[in-house]
């Protein structure tokens, strides 16, 4: 971060995410978060994915992101993340914008 820069917050809507995921560190329930933005989907070590996801030909950027987050089941069909999706697109951009804060 660069001197004189605010940490970023996370959205009120991270709250849902960080049930299962976490930001930094090992995976939970879900995946870790950290570097997700460039990384393609399904292939963050030790995380046991579904078939779906590991087959899944996307790299995470924000539109992506932004499709998955809106609706997991018509982006990845057959994916495991029991989550039903962000409905506001205002949430969505701002879960995309924190996912790409995350190192």
Not at 13 to 29: D, F, K, L, S, V
Not at 35 to 44: E, H, L, N, P, T
Not at 78 to 91: C, I, K, L, T
Request: net charge positive; aromatic share 6%; glycine share 10%.
């Amino acid at each position: 971060m660069a001197h004189g820069q605010a940490a970023v917050q996370p959205p009120k809507t991270w709250t849902t995410c960080a049930a299962c995921h976490t930001a930094q560190g090992a995976a939970a329930i879900g995946p870790p978060l950290a570097g997700v933005v460039g990384r393609k989907a399904g292939s963050s070590p030790g995380f046991g994915y579904s078939r779906a996801m590991k087959n899944a030909q996307i790299t995470w950027d924000d539109k992506s992101l932004a499709a998955f987050l809106s609706d997991p089941q018509q982006a990845v069909p057959g994916n495991r993340m029991p989550f039903a999706g962000v409905p506001d697109a205002d949430e969505v951009a701002e879960l995309v914008r924190y996912l790409k804060t995350l190192r």
